[in-house]
């Protein structure tokens, strides 16, 4: 009965997450607290997070492109960039100890709460997109440092993600998403099998939790689609309102 109860736990939350993740980012900060909270080891659980992350990102592409969204070959660009910046933040991360991992994960938190609640700006909308020249050359740059953050930890990875693809690359937030999805992918599978080479997964969880992930991110990708940015919009509104709950009245 209480394997029942987890198995049906880590779906749900799977489910929960992919949606976020797929709309808005920061399902991380509720995947990973809980594969800890169920006995994992914070490096065990930072590396079977990864699983879903993979599923989810690869889910989300794919509805996405089955709606014809994609800014092809600009996420493959970033990718490659974010995975030599994954690389070596998985590296880090497998290095630090437990105690301080959580602690870096509780600061992340509130970093990330800081950052939803502090930016009054809105998201631009019907400029010219910028994906080539010299913004093809920051997005790749930037990238390599969102690569490390992600292949560290990735909590709320999906958040800067976005503001990053829509101010400077001026994509629109479906197209930022699309992009996004694809880019998190790359770079996860890469952080996953680093991961997975030192004995850092538990692939049983992990299945279970990605199983949900994969759900959650097909359903909202195409659901995002047919509603536009502004469903994406009250997405994020949501995540920024959860989120500060989590940070305010949680440890």
Sequence with gaps: MEFLWEEFLLISIGFFAGIINTLAGGGSLFTLPLLIFLGLPPAIANGTNRIAIVAQSLSGALGYKSKGVSTFPFPLYLGLSASLGAFLGAQIALEVEGSLFNQILAVIMLIVGALILIR???LIAGLPERLSG???VYAILGFFLV???????????GIVIMLVLNRINRLSLVKTN????????????????LFAYNGAVDWKMGSLM???????AWWA???????GDRVIRIAMLITLFILSIKLWFFE
């Design 147 to 157: 690569g490390v953050y992600g292949g560290f930890i990735n909590a709320g990875i």
């Design 210 to 216: 990605a199983f949900g992930t994969l759900f959650g």
């Design 221 to 227: 990708s195409r659901w995002s689609v047919k509603k």
């Design 120 to 122: 009054r700006k809105s």
């Design 134 to 136: 010299k913004y093809l």
């Design 178 to 193: 699309a992009t996004k999805v694809w880019v998190v992918f790359i770079y996860s599978s890469v952080a996953l099998v």
